[in-house]
């Protein structure tokens, strides 16, 4: 019985032992093993940065905020950094205050301008200057603010009545002339070949004036001149215009005798009704929807202002269980061309696939569909204040803070 309490004591001890250590560095840090290496930054501005605020070396959380205080001596703020111990820091390295997050939460991120040696040690200052901080949260609600205040709300209406205006009753018309260009894509189908070579050609056009692109303000120049001489000699022109029926004349046998020539060019132009009458229910919800689209635009002008409302809501996505890449990687990827994602009421799906079409023409070869994940749409979405809203809100908050409240 002893021999076996004995064992079970020296079982005890060495667990202890090691589960002990890894709950100190659990709960303190690492920080419970080693010295911590305090630095600081001169800044003429904290911009906001509170005890506790992390600090980030290449991305990853190194230590944080130690203090923050005026300094009436040099002027401006000094900021405290405790590093964690271990971290080596090159001395050349600059200090950022970003927002770590898109919830607007800040944090110091630690530029390295070199990975040698010398390593900051505790005392020393980490450079900090302010014409390389990024811009703060404040100063882009300012800037959002100025810009909403210089948008008239009454050119918006204007702008909104008369492009629904534009479209209202257009859509018959607009669909008979795409029903009709069915003989037109034919056509231009059957000069496929012709219309090729002719853009290679313009290809070659546009290298070699590539090529002598010094030239061309001098080019420009001169027809410049030349424009200015016509119109100088307009009535002369006129003249010569109204005193050559012949020429007239005979220009209009010319196209006269090459009429067949130019109704056979035409009618080639057909071949592309194919590409176009296969998007057709796309192309008819646009010409629905846009004239709606226009007249709810019209409708945010309350008074003399435009009233601006983001309602975001967190709905279901399609996620597909693809191998991520790393970063840098410049290889070429080969396209995962049988993907898709199978429609599903209120969930939101983007790319060509998704696109209206006839007989279902969008999902050819999509053999592997997506998993649908994430919460379904909630039922009240949460109403975004303003740019202007928010930042009165701020500036309330900056009044408290300021006055002790």
Known sequence: MRRLALIQLILFAITAAVVIPFGINYVIGPQAFGETTAVYAQMDDALGLTVGTAVTYRGVSIGEVSAVRLDLDNG????????????????????????????????????????????LQSGDRLAAPQDQQPPQMSELMLQASRLLENVDPQAIQVL?????????????????????????????????????????????????????????????????????????????????AGS?????????????????????????????LPIISDRELALRSGLV?????????????????????????????????????????????????TNYCPPEPNLATRGARNAPRP???GLELATSPGTVIGPPVVKDPILLPTGVEALQSWEALLHDVQNGN
């Open 160 to 240: 909104g009545t008369e492009l629904g205006a534009s479209f209202d009753g257009l859509g018959p018309s607009l669909a008979s002339l795409i029903d009709n260009g069915a003989v037109l894509s034919a056509q231009v189908s059957e000069q496929a070949p012709t219309i090729a070579e002719l853009l290679g050609r313009t290809t070659s056009l546009v290298t070699t004036m590539a090529g002598e692109r010094e030239s061309f303000p001098r080019g420009m120049l001169a027809a410049r001149d030349v424009t200015e001489q016509l119109v100088a000699a307009g009535p002369t022109l006129t003249a010569i």
């Open 244 to 272: 050559a029926p012949a020429t007239i004349t005979t220009a209009t046998e010319l196209f006269q005798r090459y009429e067949s020539d130019f109704g056979v060019l035409f009618g080639d132009l057909s071949t592309v």
């Open 359 to 361: 007989n279902g023409l």
């Open 76 to 119: 401006g703020a000094r900021v405290d950094f405790t590093l964690d111990p271990g971290v080596r820091v090159p001395v050349d390295s600059v200090a950022k205050v970003g927002m770590g997050t898109a919830a607007g939460i800040q944090n110091v991120d630690i530029y390295p301008m070199s990975d040698a040696e010398p390593y």
């Open 289 to 337: 929807d846009i004239p709606f689209g226009l007249g709810r635009l019209a409708m945010i002008v309350k008074g003399e202002r435009a009233d601006f409302s983001l309602i975001a809501t967190q709905g279901q996505v399609c996620n597909y269980d693809a191998p991520r890449r790393a970063v840098g990687d410049m290889a070429p990827a080969e396209p995962q061309l």
